[in-house]
């Protein structure tokens, strides 16, 4: 009989810490993500062509004949309609509710083509720093020739007056 109930109990706990969880983001890792921050890596194509050409960054072959004097990167927040309309395309396939949601865009030279994994969205007051993580394989040569990598980060509308994106490399035996 004790170990019926002790059974129930410990049936019944773990129901309740089931049902806690819900609504939690996690990423692929299984790590805690807040603002219920999702990223869409490799996102050049939702991207307006004149908007890309505008915001070169440097070494990259987009810079065009003097790439080195570019930025390394951009980071844009995007609140509005208005905001969207001038640097998505037309045919972006992003839902984003403004009313309650906001983006995040970044741009940058990358030498790797592997996915970024989100990490982190830590508000700070009104700093918001996004963390990215890439995991390379160890003796595999993915290094690729430098090219301008847009990341798209959609969130929960926070009051912010700075954003960061910080990509850190991971390497990975296989």
């Avoid at 960054?57 to 790439?67: K, L, V």
């Avoid at 865009?105 to 030498?111: G, N, P, R, S």
Wanted: with cysteine; glycine share 8%; hydrophobic share 45%.
């Amino acid at each position: 009989m004790k170990r019926l109930c002790l059974f129930a109990l410990m049936f019944v706990c773990a129901c309740a810490f089931a049902i806690a969880g819900c609504g939690v983001v996690y990423n692929a890792n299984n790590v805690f993500i807040g603002y219920n921050a999702v990223i869409y890596d490799d996102a050049a194509g939702m991207i307006d062509d004149n908007f890309k050409d505008s915001h070169a960054t440097a070494g990259s072959y987009a810079g065009g004949d003097d790439p080195d004097s570019l930025p390394e990167s951009y980071i844009f927040t995007v609140a509005s309609e208005g905001d969207y309309s001038g640097i998505f395309a037309e045919d972006a396939d992003l839902a984003v509710d403004f009313g309650e949601q906001m983006l995040v865009v970044y741009t940058f030279t990358a030498e790797y083509v592997h996915p970024i994994g989100l990490t982190g969205a830590v508000l700070d007051g009104e700093d918001l720093r996004l963390e990215g993580t890439i995991e390379l394989v160890m003796n595999t040569g993915s290094a690729c020739q430098p090219y301008q990598r847009w990341v798209v980060v959609r969130l929960d509308k926070l009051s912010v007056s700075s954003v960061s994106f910080q990509i850190n490399y991971k390497t990975v035996l296989f």
